[in-house]
């Protein structure tokens, strides 16, 4: 039963399609202000494990445009660290990419989490050597607009693949998946908490978790991680192994309470 269970789940995964629903536009969910201060309230509550680094987030709607680019950095257009380190050059794009990669294996059977793909793009794993290849250049444009409302990234589809941790579809309350968020900033798995509490709260809740059609864990429910990965024990650098075979690692900085992002540690 179990492995029918996962092979069904992987057939859902690899054959799913992206399915824009009337209304799944960027004009239609939650502007650049509502999303910033969502991640503020959420990061200000400091329950959400991680080592400080500042967080980026993307929106993107069903068809993988992006809607907006927020960053919990105050005022980004007069803080050089935003064009100068790892916070603006590497998490905006990681942001994009993970909102990306979890809208593109979502649809209306099935939500994926970024890091539910983890264990599957390992060697000998079914999406092992997979690319969505980026669709943007997202070094164009002014950098010093970057995380503002202008941000050169916004109505552009940015695409680009990434199994690391911190991307979440979202579903309306009739369950039709109508986008994705993407975080990055801080450890991966305190990325995927960053962004299950936004997604929890954004909107009032109505792209909560009690909308999502199932997923690959908590019994085939939702997107949580699963954190099965056992290193390998062998000394010669293998991927380990995962229990459930859509598992992540372990991570460094989970929040205190890991439970509080749906998140299954161990077998």
């Excluded at 010093?144 to 309306?172: E, I, N, Y």
């Amino acid at each position: 039963m179990k492995k029918t269970k996962w092979l069904l789940a992987t057939t859902l995964l690899l054959t799913g399609t992206t399915t824009v629903f009337a209304g799944a536009t960027c004009k239609d969910l939650p502007k650049a202000a509502e999303l910033k201060s969502t991640l503020m309230s959420v990061l200000a509550k400091n329950d959400y494990g991680g080592d400080g680094h500042p967080a980026w987030m993307t929106l993107v709607d069903a068809s993988g445009t992006v809607c907006a680019v927020v960053t919990s950095i105050n005022n980004p257009a007069a803080d050089t660290d935003v064009t100068t380190t790892m916070s603006g050059l590497g998490h905006r794009v990681l942001a994009a990419h993970k909102a990306n990669t979890s809208n593109t294996y979502s649809h209306d059977h099935i939500a994926l989490a970024s890091g539910n793909l983890y264990w599957l793009t390992l060697p000998g794993g079914a999406m092992y050597g997979t690319t969505l290849p980026a669709m943007t250049d997202v070094s164009t444009g002014d950098p010093m607009l970057w995380g503002t409302k202008r941000d050169p990234m916004v109505g552009k589809r940015v695409g680009g693949f990434t199994a690391l941790a911190g991307g979440l579809p979202l579903f309306d309350s009739n369950k039709h998946k109508v986008g994705a968020i993407g975080v990055s900033g801080n450890p991966f798995c305190t990325a995927h908490t960053v962004a299950w509490k936004v997604r929890e709260a954004l909107a009032d809740g109505i792209y909560s978790v009690a909308n999502v059609p199932g997923g690959i864990a908590n019994g085939f429910t939702n997107d949580a991680l699963i954190e099965d990965v056992i290193p390998d024990s062998s000394g010669v650098g293998g991927p380990g192994r995962s229990a459930s075979g859509f598992g992540y690692p372990v991570c460094n900085f989970n929040p205190p309470n890991a439970t509080d992002d749906g998140s299954i540690v161990g077998n």
